[in-house]
């Protein structure tokens, strides 16, 4: 017999969605239409000595995370004959069946000054020659909103993951991908923002046109939002919790100032934002754990943490 969706138990248990985004700083997106697995980093028919490479620049700057991603193939980069100048061009490996491959890599850091760049290759296997400490990317306005639709992976990416991908890609191609596991099965379907390093949770086909719009408009989508990639998860907790009961939507207007850690046992922070450039505002978040259905493909049940956001004693203070 075929158990419940996860993301259909979340959405029926009331999941508060803060403090559930993965913690990254750097992500590295490659373009790769080659078939996914489940775990799709690992079972692909990329050259060893490729993913040996992305696995070193992975390990090489702490935060950093892998993610593949496609689109349609009239719009892959892959199907451009251009790539960067100079020593990108270079190669010397063996040939493989995905040799002469066009293909783009991006470099997305998050944050309040955040950057894309990217190399552009004539070849997959023509990564492996570039050393990005010596040879770094060039800027790109790159803009993208990534859909996890890795359907063997979990199978809430697929029912839910895939018809907002392709309602996104209808209406914004330029910012529309398919990508690989993002973390979190239970909050399908779940969408990153890049450069903002904003994740999404619970989207659906009538939400993700607003999503855009929200993007477009230089803002967030509040009721789906989960918190950004590059704060730790308590302070996604108090940033989501703050935002809609101040309705910020503004992604200046709450600015990560300070967290500490004020116990162990229950774990307790304490975080402060700069609230709209005016005054402090000081928040408590408490985790708790508990068993929750985290994945249907199979069914597992695993612990997880949930977060409690109260404002602190210390309360609001003016900025003088």
Not at 6 to 22: K, P
Not at 178 to 193: D, F, K, L, P, Q
Not at 258 to 279: I, N
Request: hydrophobic share 35%; with cysteine; aromatic share 8%.
């Amino acid at each position: 017999m075929i158990g419940p969706f996860c993301c259909e138990e979340g959405r029926s248990d009331g999941d508060f969605l803060g403090g559930t985004a993965a913690e990254v700083t750097r992500w590295l997106l490659l373009e790769y239409a080659g078939p996914w697995g489940r775990d799709a980093i690992a079972d692909n028919d990329l050259p060893t000595s490729v993913r040996d490479w992305l696995a070193r620049e992975v390990e090489r700057v702490p935060g950093s995370r892998l993610l593949f991603i496609r689109r349609s193939p009239e719009r892959a980069f892959s199907s451009s004959s251009e790539s960067s100048e100079g020593p990108h061009q270079a190669s010397a490996v063996t040939p493989h069946p995905s040799a002469g491959t066009p293909g783009v890599l991006f470099i997305v850091e998050p944050g309040d000054q955040s950057r894309v760049r990217e190399i552009r290759v004539g070849s997959l296997e023509h990564l492996v020659a570039i050393d990005l400490e010596k040879s770094p990317p060039v800027a790109s306005e790159q803009r993208f909103l990534l859909t996890c639709t890795n359907a063997r992976r979990d199978r809430c990416c697929a029912k839910y993951g895939v018809p907002v991908y392709q309602k996104l890609s209808k209406l914004a191609p330029d910012w529309a991908w398919e990508c690989t596991h993002t973390g979190g099965h239970r909050y399908a379907a779940s969408v990153i923002a890049l450069p903002e390093g904003a994740y999404y949770g619970f989207l659906d086909e009538a939400s993700a046109p607003r999503l855009l719009e929200a993007h477009r408009r230089g803002q967030l989508l509040l009721n789906h939002y989960r918190g950004r990639s590059f704060h730790p998860r308590p302070v996604q907790a108090a940033d989501v919790w703050l935002r809609r009961e101040e309705d910020l939507l503004g992604w200046d207007d709450l600015r990560w100032v300070s967290s500490e850690s004020l116990s162990t046992a229950p774990a307790v922070w304490r975080v402060a934002f700069e609230v709209l450039g005016r005054c402090r505002e000081t928040l408590d978040v408490t985790e708790s754990v508990t068993s929750r259905l985290t994945s249907c493909s199979p069914q597992k049940y695993k612990d997880g943490a949930s977060f409690h956001v109260t404002r602190s004693p210390r309360g609001r203070a003016d900025i003088l």
